[in-house]
């Protein structure tokens, strides 16, 4: 296997763990009882979309000009 298609796999990973994580915060976000809890969860969200963000930004940083 090719060094971009490693990548491609490796990105298309971690968008799938982030993605758990994502519906996880919002299912706790859904079921708090608390501002505590839910401002916990909104922060694991925000994470997670920094991360999102960062993983696209040194995909595109990755690409090899065609």
Do not use: W, Y
């Amino acid at each position: 296997m090719d060094e971009p298609t490693d990548f491609r796999r490796l990105f298309h990973d971690l968008n799938n763990h982030l993605g758990v994580i994502l519906s996880n915060a919002e299912l706790l976000k859904e079921k708090a009882t608390d501002e505590k809890s839910r401002s916990r969860a909104t922060r694991i969200e925000e994470g997670v979309f920094e991360a999102l963000s960062t993983a696209r930004a040194i995909q595109s940083k990755l690409k090899t000009p065609e």
